[in-house]
Every structure is written in structure tokens, then in C-alpha cells.
């Protein structure tokens, strides 16, 4: 979650604040569904 939300951040925050904490909230919700994922699939 951390990493994707850092890469979201740094990717828009070539474009303007706004898109930076737009793109930054979508990996970190990809970062939490790839963590559930790997722990659903790996884990158990």
C-alpha cells in the first residue's frame, strides 16, 4: 500500500497537487487489494 500510494504520489505530482493525491488514493487501494490478494492466495 505504501509503495504504490508513494509511486501514485510521485507520478502526478508532475501534473499538480490534486492529481497527485487522485493517483496516490488509487495505489494505495491497489495496494491493499495486491496485499490481500498474496495473502489469500499464498498465505493460507
Known sequence: MTLLGWGGWWLGSM????TAFVLSSI???????????INRDYLE
Do not use: A, D, E
Open 15 to 18: 501534473l499538480g497537487v490534486m
Open 27 to 37: 495505489g494505495s487501494l491497489l495496494g491493499i487489494f495486491l496485499g490481500w490478494r
